[in-house]
């Protein structure tokens, strides 16, 4: 695929997750959502550009996402009626309703449900991928990566070379907490120390293109990804105005297509709510 159609992929994917969690928020704010939601709008680039390269190269990975994982659920390809299920509890939900927006879980695209300690993902995926020796991405926050035992996985990970990918959605805050005021060392630096390929980029499609093209799956690679993140910790608010997110750079660029796309999906997505409401 041309780097053109890629970046098109990547947005309508991206603003499928966008579209998503803008009416999650509007039905935490009606209080028909009434249980803790962790919204990934603003983020919502860095799972929809994996998932387009790894849809490319005809891979279906172990995935294993943290709280905020709506947009890595839709980005690679999880039934959208079944999450607004889960959201509203529904025993149709792809976690029978029993995972709520935190532990997100589907048997379809291989995706297992966190269990609610930060960064314990990242055992369990190594652990997957070293039994199973099948292509994994374990999604981590920069919080999370400060973790004990996620460092203690990522020496594993490298020692066995397994095909996984570490990513870390830096969007520089633990709750409320920013990362100068936690730690004084890089991520990518860390995992280069256990001798994994790493990186440190931006949220930009054809960052996150350029350094999985050659190995992704061939060996493990740690990106750290730094994002933006729009709302709340969790719930339905604004913390501060986020200027330059990327689904808004993009759109922009891409200009009256991209538009039309974003406006297109967003009428999608409030139907299907309607009618899951209404069900
Ligand atoms: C071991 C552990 N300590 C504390 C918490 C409480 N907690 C939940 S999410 C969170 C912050 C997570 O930040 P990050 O990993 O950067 O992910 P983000 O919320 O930014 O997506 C904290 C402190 C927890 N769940 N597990």
């Not at 839709?74 to 009626?81: D, K, M, Y």
């Not at 509890?89 to 029993?98: D, L, V, Y």
Request: proline share 3%; glycine share 8%.
């Amino acid at each position: 695929m041309s780097y053109k159609n890629y970046r098109l992929k990547t947005f309508e994917k991206a603003s499928l997750c966008r579209n998503f969690e803008n009416e999650v928020f509007k039905r935490v704010n009606e209080k028909i959502i009434n249980f803790p939601v962790y919204l990934s709008a603003g983020q919502e680039y860095v799972p929809s550009s994996i998932a387009q390269i790894v849809k490319d190269k005809k891979q279906k990975p172990l995935i294993f996402g943290q709280h905020r994982g709506h947009s890595i659920y839709l980005s690679f390809g999880g039934n959208i009626v079944e999450l607004i299920d889960e959201l509203l509890g529904k025993k149709t939900g792809c976690t029978r309703g029993m995972g709520g927006s935190l532990s997100i879980n589907s048997n379809k695209i291989n995706m297992f449900g966190h269990e609610g300690l930060m960064g314990s993902n990242a055992c369990m995926g190594v652990g997957a991928c070293f039994s199973s020796a099948k292509p994994t991405i374990v999604f981590l926050g920069d919080a999370s990566v400060e973790e004990d035992y996620v460092l203690a996985s990522l020496s594993w990970a490298a020692k066995k070379e397994l095909p996984i990918l570490f990513v870390v959605e830096d969007n520089n805050y633990a709750v409320l907490t920013k990362k100068k005021d936690r730690r004084d060392w890089k991520a990518k630096d860390v995992a280069k120390a256990f001798k994994l390929e790493s990186y440190d980029i931006d949220d930009q499609p054809k960052n996150i293109f350029s350094v999985l093209k050659k190995n992704l799956f061939k060996k493990p690679i740690f990106i750290n990804v730094n994002t933006k993140r729009l709302f709340w910790h969790s719930g339905a608010g604004v913390d501060e105005e986020v200027k330059g997110d990327r689904l808004t750079l993009e759109k922009k660029f891409l200009g009256k297509k991209a538009e039309k796309i974003h406006r297109n999906i967003k009428k999608k997505i409030e139907n299907l709510w309607k009618q899951r409401l209404e069900k």
